[in-house]
Every structure is written in C-alpha cells, then in structure tokens.
T-cell receptor, first 114, second 111 residues
Framework: GAVVSQHPSRVICKSGTSVKIECRSL??????MFWYRQFPKQSLMLMAT?????????EQGVEKDKFLINHASLTLSTLTVTSAHPEDSSFYIC??????????FGSGTRLTVV | RKEVEQDPGPFNVPEGATVAFNCTYS??????FFWYRQDCRKEPKLLMS???SGNEDGRFTAQLNRASQYISLLIRDSKLSDSATYLC????????????FGAGTRLFVKA
C-alpha cells in the first residue's frame, strides 16, 4: 500500500519550454506533498511543500514563479518547471506522508534541458 | 553548517564485514529520524525509522543519541546487495513540518 506514482520518469526538453511533472497517490489521500530536487552526488533538497487546496510553501531560494506547484485534489500534485534552462536539469522527486508507511516517494523524474 | 551532515564516503568493505555510518543534525527540536537507502538513479526507500531506545531489523541496527544529536546505522554481515547510498533524514517542525536529508553515505560491498 501507499504508492505514489510519478510521471514522467524521464524527460528531455529544449531551453525555454515548460515541463509538468505529476505525482499521484494511488491508494491513499495525500493532503501534503513534498517536492525535492537532487543534483548528482548531492542531497535531496526540499523545494516546496504543497497542500491540497492552498498555496504551496516554497523553501528559501526557490523561485515560486519558475516552479509552479498545484495540488488541486487529494490525490494529485503537479510541479511545472517553466522556461526551463540547462541548470534546471536535475532529478525531481515527490514524497507524501502516509498513515502507516512513513514517507513514500515517487519514482522520480530525470529532467534534462538542452 | 548543514542541518544534517553525513560522511559521504565511499565506504569500501568486503562481504561479511560490519560497517557503521553516523549522521549528525543541528536542530535540537528535531522530532523523528530515519535511514533511507537510495540506489543509483532511483528514489530513496525507507530502510528504518530510528527510535530513542534503538531498534534492530535483521542485520541493520539504528540508534539515536539526542544529547549528542547524532544517529547511527550499523550493518552486519554485509552483502553485495547492500551496496547503495544511505541517507539519514530528520523531521522537524521548525518553519513548518519538513524532512531534511543528509547528502548520503556511499557504500560499496565487494566480493
């Protein structure tokens, strides 16, 4: 139980385009979704916390206009990287807290901006 | 100073060895603690929670020292399949409920 499905798993896009990443909780309701970014050989860095039906809370240094988060339902949260640049290339991963399974992660999205 | 710090390693050990990782955290108000395992280019998976009394799960033992603000993970009888990056994670309520991860310690177990 407690599965978070994340799509796409891998995406390559051109500079200046936008990319949407989806995370769905399949068998539970995720009132809160955490979005992380991980550069090679570095830690998972929390970007923002999304709460169903309200505005996301962004960590210091994360541009809210560049990384748009929407959490419109209890089972879906999305992260849109707008006007992507090569420095946005990274591994993006979502995580939700579950009742009995601690924190469950999506499988991650590897974004490459060319 | 980072909120959660780990020795990045790598730790290179032979099969059957015992290996220990430490992780220190700076926020004394931290409430819960975890060890995750992350394989290359994959998402982290929860290995075990860490309790004040210490806890054991098979070959893995986790301990928490609140006074010194560190947690540890001990792996006994290492297997080749234990090769991965081990992340410690700390939950706190400061600035909103969030989980902060260490950068991870890489372990290579060799035959």
């Amino acid at each position: 139980g407690a599965v978070v499905s994340q799509h796409p798993s891998r995406v390559i896009c051109k500079s200046g385009t936008s990319v949407k990443i989806e995370c769905r909780s399949l068998d539970f309701q995720a009132t809160t979704m955490f979005w992380y970014r991980q550069f090679p050989k570095q830690s998972l860095m929390l970007m923002a916390t999304s709460n169903e039906g309200s505005k996301a809370t962004y960590e210091q240094g994360v541009e809210k206009d560049k990384f748009l988060i929407n959490h419109a339902s209890l089972t879906l949260s999305t992260l849109t990287v707008t006007s992507a640049h090569p420095e946005d290339s990274s591994f993006y991963i979502c995580s939700a807290r579950t009742e009995n399974y601690g924190y469950t992660f999506g499988s991650g999205t590897r974004l490459t901006v060319v | 100073r980072k909120e959660v710090e780990q020795d990045p390693g790598p730790f290179n050990v032979p099969e059957g060895a015992t290996v220990a990782f430490n992780c220190t955290y700076s926020n004394s108000a931290s409430q819960s603690f975890f060890w995750y395992r992350q394989d290359c280019r994959k998402e982290p998976k929860l290995l075990m929670s860490v309790y004040s009394s210490g806890n054991e799960d098979g070959r893995f033992t986790a301990q928490l020292n609140r006074a010194s603000q560190y947690i540890s993970l001990l792996i006994r009888d290492s297997k080749l399949s234990d090769s991965a990056t081990y992340l410690c994670a700390v939950n706190s309520l400061t600035g909103g409920f969030k989980t902060i991860f260490g950068a991870g310690t890489r372990l290579f177990v060799k035959a």
